[in-house]
């Protein structure tokens, strides 16, 4: 990444980080120690899963996100993540650049993504979870893109050795527990364990390793601007530098999500909230930098197929709770947000909101 300070990335005066942010109290931390009983559930829930719903479910109408322990990811797997992303970025820029992503194919390195049309002061490394991943092609509608879909195959580079085992298996551990976290959240809205898997049959989910070096004007730039993940949930692992901000509901504020080791952090996405017809709400975040050390992160982000068309869940609407939202294509609605990212538009990206109905 090129340090010198470029105006792309000056965030508007209303949006700057302030130079003390709050540090976060109250945040959900929630111990993923009952998960097992979630294999033995077939009548009413035992005691400890009985607790464990409740816990998350006032996570999610709450907060929005939760932090979790004792969540079943092997210390081991995380820490060759961690070692596999380090790597990476110590490659040299030319290196780097060998996997660099394109309109066409979304995967790979990236160091000028845009949130909300201004820069993030950061760099990535895209590959998703599962070969091939299919969604729309990223070609505007009038050249026919609209109609196409194109697989997406993840480009993995020959440096640092280790690099693809080490991630390919921190994938698979992360993305059992998506679904058992997608258990629960089912569970809090009183439905069966399992009625949202079949949304991820041909799943679209991804993980990213960011990597957010030092700012030399951490009060004009954000590393990630303010934003809500599109998406199921997201889980995310961060290092101890520290720098994720959630807009707290009860004031506005921004405050700080200090790091807990061995944890991840769990966010509610658009799709759940949807899905919940608006009892959860995804959560608005940003991830500030510093000018000392460099940050990173490793989000999963968890997506279900290109074809799922997302609306408020049959079970959860009646007259009384019309739904909340018009349906919408997640293939669309995830190449409307990936070409926005890649390239400043002259519009705002596409919002859930934008398929809220007006009473």
């Known amino acids: 990444m090129v340090l010198e300070f470029d105006p792309a990335f000056i965030q508007a005066p209303e949006h700057r980080p302030k130079p003390a942010v709050t540090e976060a109290g109250g945040i959900p931390l929630i111990d993923l120690s009952p998960l097992h009983l979630l294999e033995q559930h077939g009548g009413p829930l035992v005691a400890g899963l009985e607790v464990l719903v409740a816990q998350v479910e006032a996570a999610c109408r709450d907060w929005g996100f939760f932090q979790v322990i004792n969540h079943g990811v092997p210390p081991a797997v995380v820490e060759r993540a961690w070692a596999a992303s380090r790597g990476f970025f110590a490659l040299s820029p030319e290196e780097r650049r060998r996997v660099r992503r394109d309109e066409v194919n979304p995967l790979g390195y990236y160091e000028a993504e845009n949130t909300k049309n201004v820069r993030d002061w950061k760099e990535v490394f895209d590959f998703v979870v599962h070969e091939p991943a299919v969604i729309p092609s990223p070609g505007d509608d009038a050249d026919g893109g609209a109609d196409r879909l194109i697989e997406l195959r993840n480009q993995w580079p020959k440096f640092p050795h280790g690099f693809r085992e080490a991630l390919v298996e921190y ?81 506005g504020e921004w405050v700080r999500v200090n790091p807990i080791p061995n944890s991840f952090i769990i966010n509610v996405g658009d799709i759940v909230q949807v899905w919940s017809n608006d009892k959860y709400e995804s959560a608005e975040h940003r991830v500030s930098v510093n000018s000392q050390r460099e940050r990173f992160s490793i989000p999963f982000f968890f997506n279900p197929a290109h074809y799922v068309m997302v609306k408020p869940l049959a079970e959860l609407v009646d007259e009384k709770n019309p739904a909340n939202y018009e349906e919408y294509n997640w293939g669309e609605f995830f190449k409307t947000r990936k070409n926005s990212n890649f390239k400043k538009l002259d519009a705002e990206n596409i919002q859930i909101y934008h398929f809220k109905k007006t009473k």
């Open 171 to 251: 994938a698979e551990a992360t993305e059992e527990l998506a679904f058992k976290l997608l258990e629960l959240i089912s569970l809090t809205l009183s439905l069966p364990p399992k009625r949202l898997h079949g949304f991820f049959k041909d799943q679209t989910s991804f993980i990213r390793l960011n990597h957010y070096p030092p700012c030399p004007s951490p009060h004009l730039a954000l590393g990630v601007g303010r934003h809500k993940d599109a998406g199921a949930l997201t889980i995310l692992a961060q290092d101890d530098v520290g720098g994720l901000d959630v807009r707290r509901r009860s004031d």
